[in-house]
């Protein structure tokens, strides 16, 4: 089928009418223009032995068809003590899930499948939230009251996850600004999620259970890098006390975005930092194209609460669709139905996000709440639609709608078309109100889908299993003596070093920064050389050589001593660091021989440079003093590295010994 220029026409004119800017081209002031206002919700697994609330072990992972059994749940939402049911639970259970937890013995016990009451909470996991909430200068309670969050989902089987709240009103120091941070709690984590694909969700319980810290932050951040910058150092914080959990899936972070007249819209599972900039960008735009469909609605329907759509099934083999997909919908047992949206003409090739309008809303609605699979939607302004013009102008006809009318057509289960009527329907109506408080699923390349419904507060409830745990004062305070310096604080050193700026995101990244402070006071070695040893080289030779499970940090210092104790030139470590994080069990004298190292005094490197003035003559090179050093200095290398500062030996030939 061809474009639908009409549809094209109109979401580019919606893009400029939005004023959207891509985010390498956004200033501040597109910023401020659209209110831009974000906080997060960083999660980050601790590095204890066993789980929360049980004995299980922690860290132990299996593959997707690595199990012993399965359990089938169907979740139910309950009241809450108000009496109300949560959104975001009803909204789960229009969905009609059957969840499938896979299961492996050594990793899971019956407390993980709602069989057995909660064990005493983990103490070790306890000791190390206290212990991080001072770090970010959060007031610690009083008493530990471990209390219920729902969750429908699945990802939990009891229905609700344990998590209690550690620390309030603190706050993380930036480089240019402060930024207040709400709570820290801890909770347990949630399953692995295998499959979801239909009425059918899959999970691997072996990450269930396990220690997990929430850091919530206000929403102080007014641009993407900020976001950015923000989560960075939180994660600084968490891994500057070496008793956190990293690698993959062991940090993750909700991002939360709204722009001025918008709504709190959270991204979930953001599972990369190096995507927030774009994910906050798009997001912010999107609420604010959002709040344009709005004032467009508001000014073609004078009383929304008397719109209406109404629809009709239609017979696939009647219209003689010349799409495979709708011709092939008897086969598939799915049917069709027609939805006349009164005044929504143009609405549904609205633009949204990047390459997306309006219209797609409502297919990833019908996705995650009526659960048919895509594609199960097309419309009368899609961009590349599936039928053609005369198609639709009958359709209107048999609906009898106006021009200035959307039509989509939509096809699934018979079982599933009476809860994608609703959710059409319901979204649809939003619109009128704006931005739908809601929770989204990220992509690498900046976009979301929805995921499900914005919990809310009735989600909460104490969790009568379980007895509060009183903090007394002698705790905390020897819990304080044992803190790490402050990311910020390190950041302040590397730059009274004067230790170059790039290589700060790794160094304290990987909780390096103690390793590095040892390196300068302990050893003396030059700031600038430790930074960029290990800020620049260093991940330099992670990138390309594979890095043994038995490699530690701390073994460069190690490397160091050694090199200091034989009266070797520092340059030699450079060398060494790739047999190092590959064989870290090697002792010295064998590293030094896989390098082919051989020890000469700093005379006999160079004792070969009359050989290798005359060699330069003769090669015909340009008669430059800088080219002639600069190609000896190559020459020499290999020779000179360890056994004389290559600093020295540029000054030796400089001055023509």
Known sequence: MKKNLDALRNYRETLKAVGYVPRKKASQKDYDRIGFMSGLEVHQQLDTKRKLFCRCPCGIYHGPDDYDAEVIRHMRPTLSELGEYDGTALMEFKTRKEIIYRIKNATTCTYEVDDTPPFPLNREALDIAIQISLLKKLNIVGEVHIT???YL???IPTGFQR??????????????????????SLEEDSCREVSDIGHTRIYRTDRLGMPLIETVTYPDMVNPDEVTEACQFIRFLNRSTGKVRTGMGAARQDVNVSCRGGSRVEIKGVAHIKWIPELTHIE???????????????????????????WQKIDPVYFDFRSKILKNLKEQQLELYAVCLPRFGGILSHFSQPGKVFADEISERLKVIACIEKPNMTHSEDLKPLENEEA??????????????????????????????DTIEERCRMAF??????????????????????????????????????????????LSKDLPMEAMEAYRKMQEWKIPEDTYLYILKKNLFPVLKKMVEDLMVDPVFAGTLLGHRLPFVEGHYEVSDGFSYEQLLDILREIQARGLDREIIKPILPVLVQHPKMDFDSILVSINFKSQKPEEVLSGVRFLKKKYASIGRSKDDADRINWMMGQLRKNAVGNIALRELHTALENGK
């Open 148 to 150: 219920r969050k729902q």
């Open 153 to 155: 989902d699945g990802s």
């Open 163 to 184: 998590t209690a709240i550690i620390g309030v009103e603190g706050e993380i120091e930036l480089p240019h600004k402060k930024i207040r941070l709400i709570q820290l």
């Open 284 to 310: 912010a735009f999107r609420q604010w194209a959002l709040l344009h469909v709005r004032e467009q609605l508001l000014q073609r329907v004078k009383k929304p609460e008397s719109w209406k759509m109404t």
């Open 392 to 421: 639709f102008t009958r359709l209107r006809k048999v609906l009898g709608a106006k021009a200035e009318d959307g039509i989509l057509l939509f096809w699934g289960p018979e079982a599933d078309i009476p809860t994608a009527l």
């Open 433 to 478: 109100v704006g931005v739908p408080n809601e929770t989204r699923k990220s992509f690498e390349d900046g976009s979301t889908i929805f995921e499900r419904v914005l919990p809310g507060a009735d989600r909460m409830y104490p969790d009568t299993d379980s007895a509060p745990i009183p903090l007394k004062e002698e705790r905390i305070q020897r």
